[in-house]
T-cell receptor, first 116, second 116 residues
């Protein structure tokens, strides 16, 4: 079946604007993750959704960042009042169960965000 | 908190030869999972190999194998018979056992170049 998809592929925005990044996980996967890949910080975890449980938001860098997952499927990562340091590639991943020895996180191609 | 360190920012190898990428990690947990992911220029992270910490046997996947030294907290990746398609960024990653956080903790990555 189809893999994890993300849109847009690239996004250029002006400082201070809000942006929304979308992730479509693999059908049937109950767990969804957002990561950020930037030159200075490497790959860092942002947020994790598992089924109907409260999300793990421990990686969100500030209250300008938020995410939701509607109907247990599509997720949107929102960044308000973007700053230049938000420029990065935002990667989404999904997995079947969110745990267990054989549970694999499958990644999407990412959204490259550039804040001017 | 767990940390993952990749001390080789860049590596290169001649096609058909063998190369080893290093990874060390720090954790106080006794059970966990370790992974190597490959990220080609397309940005999509691809799982190369996984290792469960409770298994003493080193994992292998075709030309890819690991040397897992639990006491030393070392997890190196060996690529045999290197191919041009192996050129990519390689990330070592850690994940807690199911009862813990399910996020992946990544190293800084090693850029692998294959010389024809």
């Amino acid at each position: 079946g189809a893999g994890v998809s993300q849109s847009p592929s690239n996004k250029v925005t002006e400082k201070g604007k809000d942006v929304e990044l979308r992730c479509d996980p693999i059908s049937g996967h109950t767990a969804l993750y957002w990561y950020r890949q930037s030159l200075g910080q490497g790959l860092e975890f942002l947020i994790y959704f598992q089924g109907n449980s409260a999300p793990d938001k421990s990686g969100l860098p500030s209250d300008r960042f938020s995410a939701e997952r509607t109907g247990g499927s599509v997720s949107t990562l929102t960044i308000q009042r973007t700053q230049q340091e938000d420029s990065a590639v935002y990667l989404c991943a999904s997995s079947l169960r969110g745990g267990g020895s054989t549970d694999t996180q499958y990644f999407g191609p990412g959204t490259r965000l550039t804040v001017l | 908190a767990q940390t993952v360190t990749q001390s080789q920012p860049e590596m290169s190898v001649q096609e058909a030869e063998t190369v080893t990428l290093s990874c060390t990690y720090d954790t106080s947990e006794s059970d966990y999972y370790l992974f190597w992911y490959k990220q080609p220029p397309s940005r999509q992270m691809i799982l190369v190999i996984r290792q469960e910490a409770y298994k003493q046997q080193n994992a292998t996947e075709n030309r890819f194998s690991v040397n897992f030294q639990k006491a030393a907290k070392s997890f190196s990746l060996k690529i045999s018979d290197s191919q041009l398609g192996d050129a990519a960024m390689y990330f070592c990653a850690y994940r807690s056992f199911p009862q813990g956080a399910q996020k992946l903790v990544f190293g800084q990555g090693t850029r692998l170049t294959i010389n024809p």
